[in-house]
T-cell receptor, first 109, second 117 residues
Framework: GQNIDQPTEMTATEGAIVQINCTYQ??????LFWYQQHAGEAPTFLSYNVLDGLEEKGRFSSFLSRSKGYSYLLLKELQMKDSASYLCAALDSNYQLIWGAGTKLIIKP | GAVVSQHPSRVICKSGTSVKIECRSLDFQATTMFWYRQFPKKSLMLMAT?????????EQGVEKDKFLINHASLTLSTLTVTSAHPEDSSFYICSASPGQFSYNEQFFGPGTRLTVL
């Protein structure tokens, strides 16, 4: 079956760095997305990786290893507004998005 | 960035009534629109995928007679929850994509919180 695993909850301190991991098992693979979702709101797009390596976009970076079925989202210089759920989603061979359950990130002062 | 609107943002209705939710792409043409529902502290669950001018493709376990989807134009899709019951209470989110496949970035609407009494 198809599966996405990511931690349920993480806590970090304002100003610090946090890495949210995601492993995936899909029938075929056409890329991996990260989305941010604040409570009660719809997800917003953060990143899309289809090639191995690190993609940096401001304070956020996303990494992909296709051979390991692994990705992470790295958040630097954490701000209180970064408190949200972070959803990992993989695109399978049929171009269907397989969603993880999300990682709730709690930022403490 | 591309903007997707959803209306209404919140709706409370009595059991047995039907509720229509609109999803609009405001500044681009959405070849494909997706409808999701999300339970508290759970991930998004894809309900159906619709392409403009054709019938929606429903995910396994989603009743198409219960959740009517119409994608009449490239900027509008509607989801009608027919004869709503309390178990239909959920957060419904639409997303729109300019491409035919979901590997194109999906732009999400703000969501509609449905409460059925």
């Amino acid at each position: 079956g198809q599966n996405i695993d990511q931690p349920t909850e993480m806590t970090a301190t304002e100003g610090a760095i946090v890495q949210i991991n995601c492993t995936y098992q899909t029938s075929g693979f056409n890329g991996l997305f990260w989305y941010q979702q604040h409570a009660g709101e719809a997800p917003t797009f953060l990143s899309y990786n289809v090639l191995d390596g690190l993609e940096e976009k401001g304070r956020f970076s996303s990494f992909l290893s296709r051979s390991k079925g692994y990705s992470y989202l790295l958040l630097k210089e954490l701000q209180m507004k970064d408190s949200a759920s972070y959803l990992c989603a993989a695109l399978d061979s049929n171009y269907q998005l397989i969603w993880g359950a999300g990682t709730k990130l709690i930022i403490k002062p | 960035g591309a903007v997707v609107s959803q209306h209404p943002s919140r709706v409370i209705c009595k059991s047995g009534t039907s509720v229509k939710i609109e999803c609009r792409s405001l500044d681009f043409q959405a070849t494909t629109m997706f409808w999701y529902r999300q339970f508290p502290k759970k991930s998004l669950m894809l309900m159906a995928t619709s392409n403009e001018g054709s019938k929606a493709t429903y995910e396994q376990g989603v009743e198409k007679d219960k959740f009517l989807i119409n994608h009449a134009s490239l900027t509008l899709s509607t989801l009608t929850v027919t004869s709503a019951h309390p178990e239909d209470s959920s957060f419904y989110i639409c997303s729109a994509s300019p491409g035919q496949f979901s590997y194109n970035e999906q732009f999400f609407g703000p969501g509609t919180r449905l409460t059925v009494l």
